[in-house]
């Protein structure tokens, strides 16, 4: 047993002694009352004793006590008013009700009792904390000192406000560790890999004896526009530089937006082919392979959306600059062919094809697709089309193939993921984004992907294709396929119906022949027309009813005029056709005199698409990626989710105006 509860049991207290005492002075009187006097009056003695022992026991343990809590609370309010750590007691409103030393040093004021905190710093408004944890911690920025604040709600005996809180504050001056930690990451070198683009077609454009200046003249331009840098320039091919430099110049090359980009396309020495650089640049990571890898990925970005542009891939985050000229045409076809012999073996190795495009099918998409499976038939393979639903755009088309006994089977849809395998070759056209297919989970069944798409290439780009045939500069993916297929069999014979499909596709793309259409474009045509097309039939495909005619024309006729050059209309909702109308309307607009572009809006599915057109002058593409969406610089396409038509059309006027003041200034 412990000693203590030992002595609590075996030695009483002194009342007990006193109450035994009290008991025997009873009995001796009880006894003798003259011998219980005495005894009496030493009771009461020993009971005035004990008492006043007892007063003055407690009165002194009290004054300790009192002394001791007094000493304490000096110390206390003498080490908060002299903390090191600067610490401020304010309401809830951001009223300071009291402060030490080291915080009032922070501001360097007189005075700051009954002072809002946040008139001084805004960052500590009480309205950005939250007080369901209690404590919190932030980061601000004060008198150009960087603090690391602590707070916490305390709850007062004195209801000050509603709630009974008041708001401690500590800040910790980190501004060494911020300032170490900026100079780490603008220390920290960053990879970029420049190419010339259309080297060999530039080369040719010019005589032989002006080759060397022109290669010199542009090495001067690189090394002048990098030479503040203290950098790395390394040419390590024949049109392609590498660059090391340290991360604090990235940010003044993206404030004066690449102005590399322009500059570059100055160099005139009798080419016929303007200079235009391409650019990767990768940072964000530690290893310096990974970054050179991301520039890489980043320069393969830049020539997929038609070169003259910038990519710079900061760890998944990926900027885009530059961009806004025309895609230079390809005179030789040596990349069509060797396309053309790879996706042959593949489809040979294949157990099956299955053709797949992006979700609401256009002709081009249809078109393409048909051309592929044209090719896999030929090659004794079955092949399938991943079709989900037809539309608007398509469904005389696809009515016209089915008609066919011999694509009768042709289409599945839900069916695909049951018929997919490792062995299937699955070729997607007309889109690059795995997002944008018609069904994105058949990715995931196969690896032998083929992609095959003139669209300019997105963040998002299917990665792991084992063939990519992307060309910016094709009028259209029915292009690209028709030039494919004249290399895989010597005398291919093509049904009228695929021919059609594939002029048709070039047509829509082109509108008539009129954009995007070079050499190669009328090449493609010519030898569609050889295999039997029916103009008149495919014009049939695009002959509209009344209704959709005076629709369009309302869309037309109710256009706002923005920036005095483009155009913004809408369709109204619940309208049948609602994509082919915005299409065509967009079409319509564009082409009336004064306007440089235009986009229309409709409601589709609970979701705005926006059809975007130019002439050439505005990238359309590059506005409409801000909004998610993608295309070529003269026509382009995006889809916004869960807004309404007004906040939609706010988005894209936003978009619009975040474009122009990215143009250089002239």
Not at 38 to 59: D, M, V
Request: charged residues 25%; contains cysteine.
């Amino acid at each position: 047993m412990d000693s203590k509860k030992f002595s609590g049991i075996f030695i009483p207290k002194a009342s007990f002694y006193l109450f035994v005492i009290f008991l025997l002075v009873v009995i001796i009187g009880l006894l003798e009352i003259v011998v219980a006097i005495p005894g009496f009056a030493l009771f009461l003695f020993l009971l005035y004793y004990n008492f006043r022992s007892n007063y003055k026991r407690k009165k002194d343990i009290t004054k300790y006590i009192e002394n001791l809590t007094f000493n304490i609370d000096t110390a206390t309010k003498d080490t908060l008013l002299n903390f090191p750590m600067p610490l401020v007691v304010i309401e809830l409103d951001g009223t300071i009700i009291w402060y030490n030393s080291s915080f009032k040093k922070v501001f360097g004021e007189e005075e700051l009792l009954e002072k809002k905190i946040y008139s001084m710093a805004k960052d500590l408004n009480p309205d950005n904390f939250t007080n369901e944890t209690m404590n919190f911690s932030k980061e601000t920025v004060i008198n150009n000192r960087n603090y690391h604040v602590l707070g916490s709600f305390v709850k007062t005996q004195d209801k000050i406000n509603e709630d009974g809180l008041i708001l401690l504050l500590y800040l910790i001056d980190n501004t060494e560790h911020v300032n170490l930690k900026r100079t780490y990451d603008e220390e920290q070198p960053t990879i970029g890999v420049f190419v010339i683009d259309n080297y060999d077609e530039l080369m040719q454009s010019m005589e032989d004896t002006k080759r060397p200046q022109m290669l010199a003249e542009i090495e001067a331009k690189i090394n002048s526009w990098v030479g503040y840098t203290n950098g790395v320039l390394k040419k390590y091919e024949r049109d392609k530089y590498l660059f090391v430099f340290e991360n604090k110049y990235l940010k003044s090359f993206e404030e004066k937006k690449f102005d590399i980009l322009d500059s570059i396309k100055e160099i005139n020495i009798g080419n016929t082919i303007p200079v235009t650089l391409s650019i990767g640049v990768g940072t964000g990571i530690t290893s310096l392979i990974e970054k050179f890898r991301y520039a890489n990925a980043s320069l393969d970005i830049a020539l997929g959306r038609g070169g003259d542009q910038v990519v710079v891939k900061n760890g998944e985050d990926i900027s885009f600059y530059g961009g806004k000229t025309r895609e230079l045409e390809k005179r030789t076809r040596v990349k069509a062919r060797v396309i053309a012999y790879a996706l042959r073996e593949l489809i040979d190795q294949a157990s099956d094809v299955m053709i797949m495009g992006h979700y609401n099918c256009d002709i081009d998409c249809l078109g393409s697709a048909l051309g592929i499976y044209s090719i896999a038939e030929k090659r004794n393979k079955e092949a399938h089309i991943v079709l989900n639903k037809s539309n608007s755009t398509i469904e005389k088309l696809v009515a016209k193939i089915e008609k066919t006994q011999k694509f009768k089977d042709i289409f599945i849809n839900d069916d695909a993921i049951d018929k997919i395998s490792k062995k299937t070759l699955l070729v997607i056209v007309d889109t690059h984004r795995p997002s944008f297919t018609e069904q994105p989970e058949l990715i995931k069944y196969t690896d032998q992907i083929v992609v095959i798409d003139h669209h300019r290439r997105g963040a998002d780009y299917l990665q792991d294709a084992v063939l990519t045939y992307q060309e910016t500069y094709a009028s259209s993916t029915c292009e690209l396929v028709t030039e494919i297929l004249q290399y895989v069999d010597d005398r291919i014979k093509l049904d009228p119906i695929e021919a059609e499909a594939l002029y048709a596709g070039i047509v829509v793309d082109t509108k008539n022949f009129t954009f995007k259409t070079g050499v190669r474009t009328f090449e493609a045509a010519a030898f569609l027309r050889r295999q039997g097309v029916d103009t008149v039939s495919v014009k049939q495909m695009f002959q509209n009813d009344l209704d959709t005619y005076i629709h369009i024309s309302d869309v037309v006729k109710n256009a706002q005029i923005i920036k005095g050059d483009m155009a913004i209309s809408a369709c109204p909702p619940n309208l049948k056709n609602a994509m082919l109308i915005a299409a065509q309307a967009a079409d319509q607009l564009v082409s009336l005199t004064g306007l440089k572009a235009a986009f229309v809006l409709c409601n589709i599915n609970n979701f705005i698409s926006i059809s975007g057109r130019s002439l050439g002058d505005i990238n359309v593409q590059v506005i409409l990626e801000k909004l998610g969406g993608g295309g070529h610089l003269t026509f382009a396409g995006a889809q916004l989710q869960g807004i309404t038509m007004t906040e939609a059309e706010e988005k894209l006027k936003n978009s619009i105006n975040e474009y122009l003041e990215e143009l250089p200034k002239e």
